[in-house]
């Protein structure tokens, strides 16, 4: 088998095979004419952009979760769930919502074995780092306090992980590993809100782009730098509503301040760009954008989030941003994007499963 063959099976067959088969290949390389087509075959590897399903925010829907990855053609091994030439990406999210499930485990386990397994790669999301709050005390404190508030929004991870175990920390140190977003293979992702000027913040106080426990009280400590922008990046850009105004999210809480659609890189007015869509906000719709709201450019790599509960049929928020979060947990669908390399995205790359 020549070494042209070799490469073809490892872009198009299993990750480590493939490098097993590319360090063959290169040892069968020391002709000149070997060397000259492998010389060729680099420079292919090079351009190569690999294959990724995006998923969005799953928070506790194993069922959903399994009949997506089935219906994208991924199949089940001891090792967990693989395709022979796509890789998931995973959205964060994981967590809290569905407790009549009962399905937490489930989820966690295939998220997990596929990461270990590098059949997926996640990024955190804001569900996962409150359950790192809510489960690490400060001076005697919890990062994130147990209000009834807070206890209810993650009623369905403690309804399935009460009390302490070594299955709850494996899962706690588990979220430590996520990264607050991947840049990889020409695409970006992040849970919420892709913000230049606070991903520089973050590369600057954590090259690692991960949280630990010290990191972790800094991003619960309102006032400090990295607080700030774990809010933006996690959670989205918010503007405070004039006085006297405020919705209620699909959780229940009351809001008196609205996400912005970053994405709306032409807008000029702050009523095109709140959410939720059609958010009555009364006479500050007509009020300029935020100086500081952030504007991801029309030549900027394609970039998915999750976070924002859209509904209806999915699309792209703009030729280089979708959102794939579309409230699976409020009776509407988990969606994945099928990416192929392409910089404009489109819409007959979505796809879902429809169940109810």
């Not at 490892?10 to 004419?33: P, R």
């Amino acid at each position: 088998m020549s070494p042209e063959d070799l490469v073809m099976l490892a872009i198009h067959g299993d990750e480590t095979l493939g490098q097993h088969l590319i360090g063959i290949a290169e040892a069968t390389s020391q002709s000149e004419k070997g060397k000259k087509e492998w010389a060729k075959l680099e420079e292919r590897e090079r351009v190569f952009i690999k294959k990724y399903d995006i998923i969005g925010d799953i928070h506790g829907h194993g069922g959903e979760l399994v009949k997506l990855l089935v219906h994208l053609g991924y199949n089940n091994s001891a090792d967990g769930y693989y395709h022979k030439s796509r890789k998931v990406i995973f959205l964060g999210d994981f967590i809290d919502r569905g407790k009549e499930l009962v399905q937490h485990k489930q989820v966690l386990k295939i998220v997990m074995d596929m990461v270990k397994n590098k059949n997926a790669l996640a990024v955190m999301g804001n569900h996962e780092f409150n359950a790192l709050a809510y489960h690490t005390k400060h001076n005697g404190r919890y990062l994130r306090p147990h209000t009834k508030k807070n206890s209810d929004q993650h009623r369905a991870f403690l309804n399935e992980f009460p009390g302490e175990s070594e299955e709850k920390s494996a899962i706690l140190d588990f979220f430590y590993t996520l990264p607050l977003w991947l840049e990889i293979d020409g695409l970006r992702v992040i849970h919420a809100c892709w913000d230049d000027k606070n991903i520089s913040v973050i590369r600057a106080l954590l090259p690692s782009i991960r949280l630990d426990k010290e990191s972790l009280i800094e991003a619960s400590t309102k006032g400090t730098k990295t607080y700030q922008a774990i809010e933006v990046l996690l959670k989205g850009f918010e503007y405070e509503l004039p006085k006297g105004v405020s919705f209620h999210d699909p959780g229940g809480t009351q809001r008196t301040a609205a996400r912005l659609q970053w994405w709306k890189r032409d807008a000029t007015h702050l009523g095109e760009v709140v959410l939720p869509n059609g958010l009555n906000i009364g006479a500050a719709a007509s009020l300029p954008l935020p100086k500081d709201t952030p504007v991801y450019g029309k030549n900027e790599p394609p970039c998915f989030v999750g976070h924002y509960w859209l509904k209806g049929e999915p699309a792209p928020l703009a030729d280089n941003v979708a959102c794939l979060d579309y409230s699976v947990a409020k009776h509407g669908k988990l969606v994945a994007y099928r990416w192929d390399g392409e910089q404009v995205l489109e819409q007959s790359k979505f796809s879902y499963v429809v169940t109810h």
